[in-house]
């Protein structure tokens, strides 16, 4: 099972202070935002607007962005937007009062990251910004072997390097980090709710289906055109990944 102890601190590769820029035009909840990323240690900027929000990103580099849906001048679809245009994939943290499953399926598909909902608890936001950065490969906490294998497959959870059989495999961050959870959990079946909680960390409405889909993702990218498959359905149940016997 995957470890449920306290987290480590989190860094980035070379040692230094994580960063994170907080967007959003409610000068309370960057405060607070900002009060509780500092105690993790990490470096933090606010921007109260999408046009700032740019400005910052350009200045102070982040290694991860909390970014507000609705504001005054640019919105933050349209700050999401101008970003990857420009070529930076920095990991976005949506953060919004909406919170029907079309606007976290339309956020996600713009390219960003993980959606929290207001109101939120501050833990909340900081477990989804770990989360996203160590997918993203922008930080780490240090001294655990970073390498998961089932057969000839193999992870790195620091370079975010994927080989099967000595054939490199090119994965999205969410690709990643499902096939993460598969990997921690080898030999053991995980539920479409389990995989839902854990990888994108809320139930989608209940939308299973987007699990399916990324499962089938993987599939393609990971066993397509191979002898021995390594994941598998086991029906009405959910899924496992295993090496070949």
């Excluded at 909406?98 to 399926?105: G, I, L, P």
């Amino acid at each position: 099972m995957e470890d449920m102890s306290a987290p480590a601190p989190l860094h980035r590769p070379d040692g230094s202070a994580l960063r994170v820029l907080v967007v959003d035009d409610e000068q309370m909840l960057t405060d607070l935002l900002s009060m509780a990323l500092r105690m993790e240690g990490w470096e933090v900027r606010t921007a109260g607007s999408g046009f700032e929000a740019l400005s910052e990103t350009r200045e102070f580099d982040p290694d991860a962005l909390v970014l507000d849906i609705m504001m005054p001048d640019l919105d933050g679809m349209a700050v999401l937007q101008r970003l990857r245009q420009s070529g930076n994939d920095v990991p976005v943290l949506f953060l919004t009062a909406k919170d029907a499953v079309a606007d976290r399926v339309a956020g996600l598909t713009a390219g960003g990251d993980d959606y929290v909902t207001k109101p939120f608890s501050l833990e909340e936001v900081v477990a989804r910004l770990r989360g996203l950065m160590r997918r993203a490969g922008t930080a780490t906490a240090g001294g655990a072997d970073p390498i998961l294998r089932v057969g000839d497959l193999s992870l790195n959870e620091d370079s975010h390097e994927v080989e099967r059989a000595g054939d490199e495999i090119e994965l999205t961050a969410t690709e990643f980090e499902l096939l993460r959870f598969l990997m921690r959990n080898q030999r053991r079946v995980v539920s479409k709710a389990q995989i839902l909680d854990r990888v994108w960390n809320y139930d989608f409405g209940g939308r299973s289906s987007v699990v399916e889909l990324y499962i089938s993702y993987l599939r393609k990218k990971i066993d397509a055109g191979r002898d021995e498959p390594l994941i598998h359905t086991v029906r009405g149940v959910g899924y496992m990944i295993k090496a070949p016997q």
